[in-house]
């Protein structure tokens, strides 16, 4: 059975007051969060990467979103980490403020998960209410639910 984006969603890897300016500061910071036993193995490692298939290619997807992902084998399933900002982030040379960031650890034998759970999620925040709403959320709990929900309203 395939891993849907609910499967994913945990309170401990969101961050809902991201400290960090830029883009690599955040994604450091949300990182960090994904970090520890069962979970990424090495977080420099997977940092690098990610900040790798940015500088080739930016997952700002518009709308302050942005979704930075890398295939890697320091996981052993999926994890998914958020930040917000409310400030945003800087995320590019171009000048594009994130306010919403989710970042994804893909093992690499799992890309048919990958693209149903990214797939999932960029139909949620596709929503101008739903991102409305994540910006202003006032607990992880609560963002997490907002995610779960309006994926199931999508299925």
Do not use: W
């Amino acid at each position: 059975m395939a891993t849907v984006l609910p499967d994913v969603l945990t309170e401990e890897h969101v961050t809902l007051a991201l400290q960090a300016g830029s883009r690599d500061e955040a994604l450091r910071e949300i990182i960090a969060t994904m970090s520890g036993a069962a979970k990424l193995a090495d977080p420099e490692k997977f940092l690098g990467k990610v900040l790798a298939r940015e500088e080739e290619h930016s997952t700002y997807m518009g709308n302050g979103v942005a979704f930075p992902h890398a295939r890697t084998d320091v996981v052993q399933q999926i994890i998914f980490g958020a930040g917000r900002s409310q400030d945003g982030v800087l995320f590019s040379a171009e000048g594009e403020r994130v306010h919403l960031l989710f970042v994804i650890a893909v093992p690499r034998r799992m890309v048919n998960d990958y693209l149903v759970c990214v797939g999932a999620l960029a139909r949620v925040v596709n929503e101008a209410e739903t991102r409305a709403a994540l910006r202003n959320c006032a607990t992880k709990a609560e963002f997490i639910e907002l995610i779960r929900a309006a994926s199931l309203l999508l299925e």
